[in-house]
């Protein structure tokens, strides 16, 4: 399949490439380069790219086991994407996108500028029922976010994982269930 391309299955789905999981920089050469970026373009990310960010984050590296640990692996995060198309849930078994809304919802994620800019906001989101505590979720989703801050860092793109949203903004926009709680937000795209 040709990078940069979706394939669309059901609905607004969007299909991903298979990530790529060779290549980009050195381990110690993407620490050294790991920062923050609160500055983005509205360029868009290709789904190749979309692909290997969101495997980097939270995709399976084994059958049925994650690039992430998970205290008693529990994995009780769900990653949401949320692009200026609409807002997805990405399913990694399937490298599918999964569309649960349709429209621009970024601006719900967060209170800084660049949140609207930017091509790409995940949402961090437990599942209380799953998960052992909150402070072992925070934990778990610690580990997301530094994946994808390597991820970033290896790629060339910028990044910022964010504490500063509006949770129940956030509940609306994502029409989380009861159960459901955003931990982290996190910002992707080019640098300006
Ligand atoms: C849990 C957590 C929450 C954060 N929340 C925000 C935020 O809401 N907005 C923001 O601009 N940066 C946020 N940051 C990024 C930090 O400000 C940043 O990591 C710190 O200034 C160090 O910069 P560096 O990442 O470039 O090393 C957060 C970082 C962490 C770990």
């Known amino acids: 399949m040709a990078a940069g391309f979706f394939v669309s299955c059901a609905a607004q789905d969007l299909v991903l490439p298979p990530p790529v999981k060779t290549g980009g920089k050195p ?19 290709d789904s190749q790219t979309l692909s ?11 059958d049925d086991k994650r690039v992430v640990p998970s205290a ?9 994407v949320v692009m200026k198309s ?3 849930v990405y399913d990694a078994k399937e490298n599918t996108l999964i ?9 719900s994620t967060g209170k800084q500028d660049f949140v609207a800019v930017a091509p790409v906001n995940l ?17 778990d989703c610690g580990y997301i976010s530094q994946n994808v801050y390597l991820y970033c860092a290896s790629a060339g793109l910028g990044t ?15 029409e989380l269930g009861e159960n459901q709680e955003p931990i982290l937000t996190q910002t992707v795209g080019y640098k300006k």
Not at 30 to 44: G, I, Y
Not at 72 to 80: G, L
Not at 99 to 107: H, L, M, N, V
């Open 99 to 107: 569309q649960k809304k349709s429209g621009d919802f970024r601006t």
């Open 27 to 45: 381990l110690m050469e993407a620490l050294n380069d790991r920062q923050t970026t609160r500055e983005f373009s509205d360029k868009e990310l």
């Open 52 to 62: 290997d960010l969101l495997w980097a984050a939270y995709g399976f590296n084994r």
């Open 123 to 139: 949402v961090f989101v437990a599942d209380m029922n799953l998960m052992q505590s909150k402070e072992t979720a925070n934990a």
């Open 72 to 80: 008693n692996n529990k994995q009780e995060f769900t990653v949401y």
């Open 86 to 88: 609409g807002i997805y």
């Open 160 to 174: 910022v994982v964010r504490g500063w949203f509006d949770a129940d903004e956030v509940r609306k926009a994502l």
